[in-house]
């Protein structure tokens, strides 16, 4: 069982950057069958709501309109870490970001929630 684990969550202005990673892929992805990857956000009194997607073998990656331009998802197989680089950030990002992984094929950004693994979260505040 993976429990992934999410780091790189802060405070900062709007207009600001950080950059989220998330490890405990295990040995290798294809151990635990993981194909797509992805990042969600909540915040309070909101719904989850998935932010950015990337297919693990292929590398196509899929936004949430709100994010396009300023957040980049990336992975890197050799160290098996999950990344969201996070330009230009505005308050209204503020949210607990989790990542998630597991062996779906269908890896389009959307808000369905049934991953298999997930990390706690991590904190990102944007103020104004």
């Known amino acids: 069982q993976l429990q992934l684990a999410e780091s790189g969550g802060g405070s900062v202005q709007a207009g600001g950057s950080l950059r989220l990673s998330c490890g405990g892929f295990?040995?290798?992805?294809?151990?635990?069958?993981?194909?797509?990857m992805g990042w969600f956000r909540q915040a309070p009194g909101k719904e989850r709501e998935g932010v950015a997607r990337?297919?693990?073998?292929?590398?196509?990656?899929s936004y949430v309109d709100s994010v396009k331009g300023r957040f980049t998802i990336s992975e890197d197989r050799a160290k098996r870490m999950l990344y969201l680089q996070m330009d230009s950030l505005k308050p209204e990002d503020t949210a607990m970001y989790y990542c998630a992984a597991d062996s779906r094929s269908m890896c389009l950004v959307r808000n369905d929630t049934d991953f298999a693994y997930w990390g706690q979260g991590t904190q990102v505040t944007v103020s104004s």
């Open positions: 295990g040995s290798t992805y294809r151990t635990y069958g993981i194909n797509c």
């Open positions: 990337i297919l693990v073998y292929g590398g196509y990656t």
